[in-house]
């Protein structure tokens, strides 16, 4: 899944391509007229933001939200490039300065009104962003202790909590942190939790410069832990299952 670095650097990418200018838009796929996407063509877009795992076009009266889960994904290339994927498969294409943006499959692509997504439930409970500006980890730490039965790996997934860390950093950060992410947040310090957002923000903000993601733990299955060569362990947490790699060794 499409976490909060990956959403970053697309609002960057935007804003060097496509911000500012007025776009052609186009819905070769079916699911991209459902959208609504033919309603941006002829419009000024006039900014764009990361909103953890979400990504907002602002048009001005309108708005486009994604949301790419596992499978979605935009491609921006030069106009005239070819394309990796074919046209039929593209939800929606917006052209302008030059650029083509084509977004490919996930869950969410919905055009709605500006102000209506203000208000959307989807966004106004999100936590803290991650990668923002003055984020707060005593805030976000405070938050997460409300629920201490919680595992902290689990709690990490929680948008409502913190927004923008996915499997790949919740797993990376307990890591670096050298934190159990089985660990009941109730059996944490403060200390011990900021640690992880500390880890968690440091990482990912590393990503959203270099593009790529860590795999210090993440998917390396019953392979060497990276520090104390221990065998790296995984399992399925939360409501969800969502696989936490981690070091039983070195991660307390």
Not at 17 to 28: F, K, W
Not at 42 to 55: D, I
Not at 88 to 95: C, E, H, K, P, Q
Not at 116 to 132: F, H, Q
Request: aromatic residues 6%; contains cysteine; proline residues 5%.
């Amino acid at each position: 899944m499409a976490e909060g670095d990956t959403i970053l650097r697309l609002a960057r990418r935007f804003e060097q391509t496509l911000v500012g200018e007025t776009v052609s838009a186009d819905a070769p796929n079916p699911r991209g007229k459902a959208a609504g996407i033919e309603r941006l063509d002829g419009r000024r877009l006039e900014r764009v933001e990361a909103r953890g795992k979400h990504l907002l076009l602002d048009f001005g009266e309108i708005s486009l939200r994604s949301h790419l889960g596992i499978s979605g994904g935009w491609h921006l290339y030069r106009h005239g490039a070819r394309w990796r994927r074919p046209r039929a498969s593209a939800w929606a294409v917006l052209s302008g300065g030059g650029w083509d943006a084509i977004q490919f499959g996930g869950p969410t692509l919905q055009v709605m009104a500006t102000d209506r997504l203000r208000r959307d439930p989807r966004i106004t409970r999100l936590g803290p962003d991650i990668l923002a500006e003055g984020f707060d980890e005593e805030a976000v730490a405070v938050a997460m202790r409300r629920d201490p039965t919680r595992t902290l790996g689990d709690a990490l997934l929680d948008q409502h909590l913190v927004a923008g860390i996915g499997n790949i950093f919740k797993s990376e950060a307990c890591f670096a942190a050298r934190i159990d992410p089985w660990r009941p947040v109730g059996d944490l310090s403060e200390g011990e939790l900021r640690s992880v957002l500390a880890a968690a923000r440091a990482s990912m903000l590393e990503a959203v410069e270099s593009g790529r993601h860590p795999h210090r733990v993440y998917k390396r299955r019953q392979g060497a832990c990276p520090r104390c060569q221990g065998r790296i362990d995984s399992r399925g947490q939360g409501d969800a299952n969502r696989t936490t790699y981690w070091c039983p060794r070195c991660q307390t």
